[in-house]
């Protein structure tokens, strides 16, 4: 072999010559590329080579790729029932015709050198959010809900001075860890029960809960189970006589019909902006938003941007910019209030848009029929034999079905809808146990009134042919 032929670089890995190695290792003072990773203990490091298949041309893994995607269903493809924090609304086209706009189609929040309308399209959304939940400030968006209500709690243990919070046993328990993981060592949370007849908070654990370590109570209207909450001034009434926060987090599709939280004394308003122009992307397209009166303890504890506008130094022309930018991990990464990075910038263009377009009239509208049509489904399921709506309380647009009468499992049922081309809401038996063979069903103003019945109607043919040992 001559030696003196260099080797070729990688198509995908960058670095991958000797000479270019051994040149950044020098730079940098070790010796071999094993020692960058020195710190990781041995016996958690792979003592042998990783079990890959072979290596694949550009065509070949194209064509496996796509393989694998088509064995995805769409909702195109299949009735969704299925919501628990992921839901399936109607996306205007303009949506995504303006969100695709080369000055725009980027995650990250830019730069001033780079703003061709960018920053006044988030501070016209940050209006916007802030006049549906009836608030003063807005973010720029975070990742999603879990982490704008982990952001949330952690401002509020940062204006208390305290380190306890008080969330619902409720809770998404897929929320509840992200919460956990984003809080810990600093803060500690405790659960509050629910009244098991209505699911709304029980008050009088909340009351026993509650103490001077107290930094938030932390409640979601309508709540992850789908009740709406109707005792919110009460628990804020609890919250603030024990000097801590009213932290509220809500579903913005629902204050058409219901008080933003902002009218029932919450400190902090926080939630999800997917259902505002979003089409559910596999775990993408998810986005949260933080909002709080316009009050300087609570503006300055705002990890992420906040834009506002301001005059410039030419008579009559309005700038856009940061407000307060040193209190940002952006400004200062070692001292910022906590460690922020990409923002889901473009998705907050897009709930402007939405919130543009649809206005509080089309606001109210969209609640109205969302609600009507996931009560006529409720209707629908209850009347089934075995099958039982649980919670007496009012819902938005996700209620629980409860199967345990049935004798069969929710899986057993779901997988025979999936054959009828539906798919089931969310298996509840795992997280919430107490409730039985239960799911969270999810009606939206997407759905037909021949799809509830078809729903209905599929259920009781699927739970009838289990019972009886025969094919659907």
Not at 324 to 345: I, L, P
Not at 377 to 399: C, I, R
Not at 403 to 420: C, D, P
Request: with cysteine.
């Amino acid at each position: 072999m001559d030696k003196t032929k260099k080797q070729a670089a990688h198509p995908y890995i960058p670095n991958t010559i000797p000479e270019v190695q051994r040149q950044m290792l020098d730079e940098i003072g070790v010796d071999r590329i094993e020692d960058l990773f020195a710190i990781i203990p041995d016996d958690i490091k792979l003592n042998r080579m990783m079990n890959l298949p072979p290596a694949l041309t550009e065509n070949q893994l194209q064509r496996e790729i796509e393989k694998l995607l088509n064995k995805n269903k769409s909702t195109k493809e299949k009735l969704n029932f299925l919501g628990a924090g992921c839901w399936q609304h109607y996306v205007p086209a303009v949506c995504d015709e303006i969100n695709q706009r080369s000055e725009f189609v980027t995650a990250y929040a830019g730069e001033p050198y780079e703003d061709h309308g960018r920053f006044q399209t988030l501070f016209e959304y940050q209006s916007l959010v802030a006049e549906l939940v009836d608030m003063d400030v807005v973010n720029v968006p975070t990742f999603d809900w879990a982490q704008a209500a982990s952001t949330a709690l952690r401002m509020s243990a940062r204006i208390t001075g305290r380190n306890k919070l008080l969330l619902p046993a409720t809770i998404d328990r897929d929320k509840l860890m992200i919460i956990n993981n984003y809080i810990t060592p600093d803060l500690s949370y405790t659960l509050v029960d629910y009244n098991s007849e209505t699911g709304e908070l029980n008050l009088d654990d909340l009351k026993h809960k509650v103490d001077a370590n107290t930094a938030a109570v932390y409640i979601e209207n309508p709540t992850f189970l789908g009740t709406i909450e109707s005792q919110g001034a009460h628990i804020g009434e609890i919250a603030h006589e024990a000097g801590a926060l009213f932290v509220v987090g809500v579903d913005p599709s629902s204050l058409g019909v219901l008080k933003p939280p902002s009218q029932y004394g919450a400190d902090i308003v926080c939630g999800d902006l997917q259902p505002l122009g979003m089409h559910m992307n596999y775990g993408g397209g998810q986005a949260g938003f933080i909002a709080t009166h316009d009050k300087e303890q609570f503006v300055m504890e705002y990890p992420s941007r906040l834009f506002g506008i301001a005059p410039t130094s030419v008579e009559g022309e309005y700038g856009f910019g940061d407000v307060a930018y040193e209190r940002t991990s952006f400004a200062h990464r070692e001292t910022g209030k906590e460690s922020v990075g990409t923002q889901t910038a473009l998705w907050g263009i897009t709930a402007g848009v939405y919130l543009a377009l649809m206005g509080p009239y089309g606001m109210q509208e969209l609640g109205q029929t969302i609600m009507q049509k996931s009560q006529y489904a409720a209707s629908l399921l209850d009347d089934l034999e075995g099958v039982e709506v649980k919670f007496t309380a009012p819902f938005f647009k996700e209620f629980i079905v409860d199967f345990t009468n049935t004798g069969l499992t929710v899986a057993q049922i779901h997988a025979k809808l999936s054959e009828q081309g539906i798919q089931g809401g969310k298996d509840l038996s795992l997280d919430f146990p107490e409730l039985g063979q239960s799911a969270l069903y999810c009606v939206t103003e997407i759905h037909l009134q021949d799809e509830l019945e078809y729903l209905a109607a599929s259920i009781q043919q699927c739970v009838s042919a289990l019972q009886e040992g025969v094919s659907v």
